[in-house]
């Protein structure tokens, strides 16, 4: 598939402070990605220099292969939808709705039919004639997606649109919003620092940090196989261990603790034997069991606490020189803190990661 | 509860204090004598005929209005201008520019007055009602910056970069969002500025001719001089302006509080 | 956050009209109001050849032909009658005895008829020393004597700075007077505004509203308005004294207007808005649970009140009396209605300075000692009310 947008070399200077450095990313047609990453990492001055709000120090951005740097805002053709919802306080929803169009000059017969439909398509249009103030953050946010939506933009920008809102409307929103894609086959840049939403919607994810992608794949794969310490720490949670790589094979390395036990662990990226690097092992793909089973890494270690969670059960172990973590599924036997157990998992549930 | 007795005591007589004068001079409006004091003898609107038809009076207010209509254009365009231009955090010596917009409100009246009389003199200003419009700008204007910066201030930023990326340009963004938004601002500031406009008494002594008389003037004066309940049917006119006044522009706040 | 230079010309383009007016008509004349109180031309002006000749004498003998006669040609070139009024009184008030002299002087030189040879054969004074001194000290451009004036201070003949003979000491009794006046309506405006404020922010609803609305409605009454009213209440036969007679208090009116009780009770009602305002506003962000916090704590309410309230609202108390007391150095309309010729403020003699008198520089230099003293208020003010609330 041909590349639709493209970020190339883009760097961005505040003054003395790089808040982008010489970033790439392509985007294809159709395609949902997410940028997360923590606040001041440099994912929503990228989304403002798309929008045309910012201009890169240097680098250019270009659409469907022309560069649009020189072009002002309100000629790129891009909807935004803020955290804030920016809903014009002063018109009425419909005609909040109606603005992008009566900018492009549509007819005034046709502005009636598009707004209508783009408030049926988020079920508001029996509020049409209310003020923004009179809505809940949820209504007002999907004033917000109908009003970026309904002049059909070469692409949809989001800024954190979900933040404002409490967990469950911010669910169903997310299922709203991801329903839209599909149907509308819709482009969508989504900026966001909750990873479980960038993991729900996205086809792919761009994880940021400190100006610059640490990685992008599938959610599956940032997921799975993280390819740095931040990346692995900063989506979900997962236990970091030190270890020394002693042999590689294939897709596979040999990697030997400070306590002394070997562990064979997946590899992404190239490490070679010597090495110091960090494995890193999902808590809800280890297993504790009571005596040695056959899982090719298996570690001492004894219960030192042990929490009921409601959908899963959190153990804390401590082997020979370190903590570990382990999510058990409901149906788990209590571990009494004491217990002698030994952490098992896969090489493949377990990650090498450079340092 | 004795503590409870005393506070409301207090409140009440500060209340009064501050009140009663005002009250007390309402009635005097409509005295049929010709010395301002109780008890009224009968009621009579003679005082009103004599503010709108006696040639002194008349034309006090009527240069009050010219006065006032005029300040009020000058210093809500100059004002509005400067507000919109304070937005721009990267302006240098933006809040020395700020300060010196304030000043006016500051310096002593008499103090500004001695330095626009040696000054509008060397214009040839004086005596002329561009002269008084010029110096009562200089002492409204800081009201319309206040007021329009405290709208400006509650515009959310994003709304206006939001209708940017609708398709808007700068100019249709001004027109259609930032202006609409500021306007209970303006509008404040253009009724507090009429309202400084027509109470400005120091100034007026200083800059203005027997043919820019205006209303304040011409009470200064007969205060001084001959003391007639005409005053107090002017001052009835003007607690009844100002009444009017503060509804319009608590209303404007409030319709300005409802829109966020 | 859209930035470039095309956001910033457009800004400097709405800014200007403003600044350039207020630098022509706000800034400019307070500078030529300064101006005036060290400008010294009334002399200069209408004797450039003396301007020239004079410098070069050697301040003790007696004077040149030179001399003579570039000040006659000077006195005959003087065609503004006005002017040459405006020389006289300068010359007359460093050294006494010009006025007659200038007159002789001119109207000898007017004698066509028959020209005098030099200015000793119209007048034998024209011989000593000492008023060509003083011509001499009068044609400097710059003084300092209106300014050293203002504060009741002058230059002796030899040019050291001393106080004034006491009967010319009326600047400072006026400035003592209006920093005594504005002293004493600040201190009655607290003692009012302090505890108004305090019960206004403990109320809610409808009740503080009223006590709200209660300061806001003088405060936009016109001060003319305001003014009238007051002085309708305190005369002679005005609702004050009718209410004590009638209460049976006094026998005889109280003399209540045109002294310093009157302009005292119309200030303080004037300015009390402006005490109450800033502390209602501190008041109301301090959290209310804080005095039963402190009681919980074991101290007495008068005790909590010390340590917990009166602290936390010190910084509204200092912002509202240093508003009160620099807009009442400032006032005239008040003082000049309400007042007695014994209650008129620095404001005041400006004023009349200005317009009675036509004495610019003196009115300058007044008006300098003013805004000298309200800036430098109003910095601190500013100060304390740009610091972070919450803190002291």
């Given at each position: 598939m041909p590349e639709f947008i493209r970020f190339d070399r883009i760097t961005k200077f505040y003054g003395p402070l790089?808040?982008?450095?010489n970033l790439d990313l392509g985007i294809v047609k159709g395609e949902f990605v997410s940028l997360l990453g923590p606040s001041g990492s440099g994912k929503t001055t990228l989304l403002m220099m798309l929008a045309g709000f910012e201009q890169p120090t240097s680098g250019n951005i270009l659409l469907e292969g022309t560069a649009i740097n020189a072009v002002p805002t309100h000629k790129r053709d891009m909807g935004v939808v803020f955290q804030s919802y920016a809903l014009f306080p002063h018109m009425s929803v419909g005609e909040n709705v109606a603005f992008p169009l009566q900018m492009r000059g549509v007819g005034k017969a046709e502005i009636e039919k598009r707004v209508a439909r783009a408030l049926d398509m988020v079920q508001l249009s029996a509020l049409a004639e209310r003020r923004p103030s009179q809505l809940s953050g949820g209504q007002q946010q999907r004033v917000a997606l109908s009003r970026a939506l309904v002049f059909e933009p070469r692409v949809v920008l989001m800024d954190e649109p979900l933040g404002a809102l409490d967990k469950q409307l911010r669910e169903q929103m997310q299922l709203d919003i991801r329903d839209l894609h599909r149907r509308l086959g819709l482009t969508i840049v989504f900026v966001t620092h909750d990873q479980s939403e960038a993991l729900t919607m996205s086809d792919r994810v761009a994880v940021f940090n400190k100006g610059k992608i640490e990685q992008i794949g599938t959610p599956r794969q940032v997921y799975?196989?993280?390819?740095?310490r931040f990346v692995a720490e900063f989506i979900g949670e997962t236990n970091l261990v030190e270890g020394v790589v002693e042999a590689v094979e294939g897709a596979e390395a040999n990697v030997r603790l400070t306590s002394g036990a070997q562990i064979v662990s997946a590899v992404s990226g190239t490490v070679a034997p010597g090495q110091t690097v960090y494995l890193s092992i999902r808590p809800e793909r280890v297993d504790l069991t009571e005596i040695r089973g056959d899982a090719r890494n298996c570690l001492e270690t004894e219960v030192t606490d042990s929490v009921y969670q409601g959908d899963h059960l959190r153990v804390q172990l401590q082997n020979a020189a370190y903590p570990l973590i382990a999510k058990l599924g409901r149906r788990s036997r209590e571990f009494p803190p004491g217990t002698k157990v030994y952490a098992a998992f896969s090489a493949g549930d377990c990650r090498v990661i450079a340092p | 509860m004795p503590m409870k007795i005393t506070k409301f005591a207090f409140a009440s007589l500060t209340i009064l204090f501050l009140v009663a004068p005002l009250i007390a001079i309402l009635p005097l409006a409509f005295t049929s004598s010709v010395i301002l004091t109780y008890p009224i003898p009968s009621w009579s609107l003679r005082w009103f005929e004599e503010l709108f038809f006696a040639d002194a009076w008349r034309r006090a207010i009527v240069n009050s209005l010219i006065i006032g209509t005029g300040t009020t254009l000058l210093a809500t365009v100059l004002g509005t201008a400067a507000a919109l231009g304070l937005r721009n955090r990267l302006i240098f010596f933006r809040g020395t520019i700020r300060t010196l917009f304030l000043l006016p409100m500051v310096v002593p009246a008499v103090v500004l007055g001695v330095g626009m009389q040696v000054l509008l003199a060397g214009f040839g200003l004086t005596n002329s009602y561009a002269g008084v419009i010029i110096a009562h700008t200089v002492v409204a204007v800081p009201f319309v910056v206040v007021s329009v910066t405290g709208a400006l201030a509650g515009i959310d930023e994003r709304v206006e970069l939001a209708a940017q990326s609708l398709g808007a340009s700068p100019t249709t963004v001004f027109r259609r969002v930032t202006l609409p938004l500021a306007m209970p601002g303006v509008a404040s500031g253009a009724v507090l500025a009429f309202a400084t406009s027509l109470d400005e008494v120091v100034l007026t002594l200083f800059v203005a001719g027997p043919n820019q008389r205006t209303l304040a003037r011409q009470m200064f004066s007969s205060i001084r001089e001959n003391i007639s309940p005409a005053i107090a049917a002017a001052a009835f006119l003007f607690i009844a302006a100002t009444i009017i006044i503060a509804l319009v522009v608590v209303l404007s706040r409030s319709m300005l509080a409802k829109r966020r | 956050m859209i930035a470039g230079p095309s956001r910033t010309v457009r800004s400097l383009i709405l800014l200007a009209p403003l600044l350039v007016f207020l630098i022509g008509f706000f800034i400019w004349p307070l500078f030529s109001m300064m101006s005036q109180s060290v400008s010294d031309t009334a002399v200069l002006r209408l004797l450039p050849r003396s301007a020239v000749v004079l410098?070069?004498?050697?301040?003790?003998s007696p004077p040149t032909v030179s001399m003579q006669t570039a000040l006659m040609e000077d006195l005959k070139a003087v065609d503004d009658d006005q002017a040459l009024g405006d020389m006289v009184r300068r010359l007359n008030s460093a050294r006494s005895g010009f006025r007659t002299l200038i007159s002789k002087t001119t109207s000898a030189l007017g004698n066509t008829a028959n020209p005098p040879a030099d200015l000793v054969s119209i007048d034998k004074r024209w011989e000593k020393p000492e008023f060509w001194l003083a011509i001499a000290d009068a044609?400097?451009?710059?003084?300092d004597r209106n300014l050293l004036a203002a504060v009741d201070l002058g230059r002796n003949a030899a040019g050291d700075i001393e106080h004034l003979p006491a009967d010319q000491s009326v600047n400072r009794v006026i400035l003592v007077r209006t920093f005594w006046i504005a002293a004493l309506v600040t201190f009655f405006c607290a003692c009012i505004g302090f505890p108004y404020a305090m019960i206004a922010a403990s109320l809610d609803g409808w009740k503080r509203d009223l006590m709200l609305a209660a300061v806001l409605l003088p405060l936009w009454t016109s001060l003319l308005v305001r003014t009238a009213a007051w002085f309708i209440l305190l005369q002679e036969q005005g609702l004050i004294n009718d209410l004590l007679r009638w209460i049976g208090v006094i026998d005889a009116p109280l003399p209540l207007i045109f002294n310093r009780t009157g302009v005292i009770i119309a200030m303080t009602h004037v300015l009390l808005p402006f005490m109450v305002l800033p502390i209602y506003s501190v008041l109301i962000t301090i959290p209310k649970n804080l005095m039963p916090a402190a009681a919980s704590l074991g101290a007495h309410p008068l005790r909590a009140f010390l340590r917990v309230l009166l602290p936390l609202s010190l910084r509204g108390v200092a912002s509202g009396s240093l508003l009160v007391f620099i807009s009442a150095i400032g006032y005239y309309i008040t003082p000049a209605l309400i007042?007695?010729?014994?209650?008129?403020m620095i404001s005041s003699i400006i004023a009349f300075y200005a317009t009675?008198?036509?004495?610019w520089g003196m009115a300058g230099a007044l008006g300098v000692v003013l805004l000298v003293a309200t800036l430098l208020l109003y910095s601190v003010y500013a100060r304390l009310s740009a610091e972070e609330p919450g803190r002291r």
């Amino acid at each position: 598939m041909p590349e639709f947008i493209r970020f190339d070399r883009i760097t961005k200077f505040y003054g003395p402070l790089c808040v982008v450095e010489n970033l790439d990313l392509g985007i294809v047609k159709g395609e949902f990605v997410s940028l997360l990453g923590p606040s001041g990492s440099g994912k929503t001055t990228l989304l403002m220099m798309l929008a045309g709000f910012e201009q890169p120090t240097s680098g250019n951005i270009l659409l469907e292969g022309t560069a649009i740097n020189a072009v002002p805002t309100h000629k790129r053709d891009m909807g935004v939808v803020f955290q804030s919802y920016a809903l014009f306080p002063h018109m009425s929803v419909g005609e909040n709705v109606a603005f992008p169009l009566q900018m492009r000059g549509v007819g005034k017969a046709e502005i009636e039919k598009r707004v209508a439909r783009a408030l049926d398509m988020v079920q508001l249009s029996a509020l049409a004639e209310r003020r923004p103030s009179q809505l809940s953050g949820g209504q007002q946010q999907r004033v917000a997606l109908s009003r970026a939506l309904v002049f059909e933009p070469r692409v949809v920008l989001m800024d954190e649109p979900l933040g404002a809102l409490d967990k469950q409307l911010r669910e169903q929103m997310q299922l709203d919003i991801r329903d839209l894609h599909r149907r509308l086959g819709l482009t969508i840049v989504f900026v966001t620092h909750d990873q479980s939403e960038a993991l729900t919607m996205s086809d792919r994810v761009a994880v940021f940090n400190k100006g610059k992608i640490e990685q992008i794949g599938t959610p599956r794969q940032v997921y799975d196989e993280p390819a740095t310490r931040f990346v692995a720490e900063f989506i979900g949670e997962t236990n970091l261990v030190e270890g020394v790589v002693e042999a590689v094979e294939g897709a596979e390395a040999n990697v030997r603790l400070t306590s002394g036990a070997q562990i064979v662990s997946a590899v992404s990226g190239t490490v070679a034997p010597g090495q110091t690097v960090y494995l890193s092992i999902r808590p809800e793909r280890v297993d504790l069991t009571e005596i040695r089973g056959d899982a090719r890494n298996c570690l001492e270690t004894e219960v030192t606490d042990s929490v009921y969670q409601g959908d899963h059960l959190r153990v804390q172990l401590q082997n020979a020189a370190y903590p570990l973590i382990a999510k058990l599924g409901r149906r788990s036997r209590e571990f009494p803190p004491g217990t002698k157990v030994y952490a098992a998992f896969s090489a493949g549930d377990c990650r090498v990661i450079a340092p | 509860m004795p503590m409870k007795i005393t506070k409301f005591a207090f409140a009440s007589l500060t209340i009064l204090f501050l009140v009663a004068p005002l009250i007390a001079i309402l009635p005097l409006a409509f005295t049929s004598s010709v010395i301002l004091t109780y008890p009224i003898p009968s009621w009579s609107l003679r005082w009103f005929e004599e503010l709108f038809f006696a040639d002194a009076w008349r034309r006090a207010i009527v240069n009050s209005l010219i006065i006032g209509t005029g300040t009020t254009l000058l210093a809500t365009v100059l004002g509005t201008a400067a507000a919109l231009g304070l937005r721009n955090r990267l302006i240098f010596f933006r809040g020395t520019i700020r300060t010196l917009f304030l000043l006016p409100m500051v310096v002593p009246a008499v103090v500004l007055g001695v330095g626009m009389q040696v000054l509008l003199a060397g214009f040839g200003l004086t005596n002329s009602y561009a002269g008084v419009i010029i110096a009562h700008t200089v002492v409204a204007v800081p009201f319309v910056v206040v007021s329009v910066t405290g709208a400006l201030a509650g515009i959310d930023e994003r709304v206006e970069l939001a209708a940017q990326s609708l398709g808007a340009s700068p100019t249709t963004v001004f027109r259609r969002v930032t202006l609409p938004l500021a306007m209970p601002g303006v509008a404040s500031g253009a009724v507090l500025a009429f309202a400084t406009s027509l109470d400005e008494v120091v100034l007026t002594l200083f800059v203005a001719g027997p043919n820019q008389r205006t209303l304040a003037r011409q009470m200064f004066s007969s205060i001084r001089e001959n003391i007639s309940p005409a005053i107090a049917a002017a001052a009835f006119l003007f607690i009844a302006a100002t009444i009017i006044i503060a509804l319009v522009v608590v209303l404007s706040r409030s319709m300005l509080a409802k829109r966020r | 956050m859209i930035a470039g230079p095309s956001r910033t010309v457009r800004s400097l383009i709405l800014l200007a009209p403003l600044l350039v007016f207020l630098i022509g008509f706000f800034i400019w004349p307070l500078f030529s109001m300064m101006s005036q109180s060290v400008s010294d031309t009334a002399v200069l002006r209408l004797l450039p050849r003396s301007a020239v000749v004079l410098p070069v004498w050697d301040r003790k003998s007696p004077p040149t032909v030179s001399m003579q006669t570039a000040l006659m040609e000077d006195l005959k070139a003087v065609d503004d009658d006005q002017a040459l009024g405006d020389m006289v009184r300068r010359l007359n008030s460093a050294r006494s005895g010009f006025r007659t002299l200038i007159s002789k002087t001119t109207s000898a030189l007017g004698n066509t008829a028959n020209p005098p040879a030099d200015l000793v054969s119209i007048d034998k004074r024209w011989e000593k020393p000492e008023f060509w001194l003083a011509i001499a000290d009068a044609l400097s451009p710059l003084t300092d004597r209106n300014l050293l004036a203002a504060v009741d201070l002058g230059r002796n003949a030899a040019g050291d700075i001393e106080h004034l003979p006491a009967d010319q000491s009326v600047n400072r009794v006026i400035l003592v007077r209006t920093f005594w006046i504005a002293a004493l309506v600040t201190f009655f405006c607290a003692c009012i505004g302090f505890p108004y404020a305090m019960i206004a922010a403990s109320l809610d609803g409808w009740k503080r509203d009223l006590m709200l609305a209660a300061v806001l409605l003088p405060l936009w009454t016109s001060l003319l308005v305001r003014t009238a009213a007051w002085f309708i209440l305190l005369q002679e036969q005005g609702l004050i004294n009718d209410l004590l007679r009638w209460i049976g208090v006094i026998d005889a009116p109280l003399p209540l207007i045109f002294n310093r009780t009157g302009v005292i009770i119309a200030m303080t009602h004037v300015l009390l808005p402006f005490m109450v305002l800033p502390i209602y506003s501190v008041l109301i962000t301090i959290p209310k649970n804080l005095m039963p916090a402190a009681a919980s704590l074991g101290a007495h309410p008068l005790r909590a009140f010390l340590r917990v309230l009166l602290p936390l609202s010190l910084r509204g108390v200092a912002s509202g009396s240093l508003l009160v007391f620099i807009s009442a150095i400032g006032y005239y309309i008040t003082p000049a209605l309400i007042g007695g010729p014994g209650d008129q403020m620095i404001s005041s003699i400006i004023a009349f300075y200005a317009t009675g008198s036509a004495n610019w520089g003196m009115a300058g230099a007044l008006g300098v000692v003013l805004l000298v003293a309200t800036l430098l208020l109003y910095s601190v003010y500013a100060r304390l009310s740009a610091e972070e609330p919450g803190r002291r």
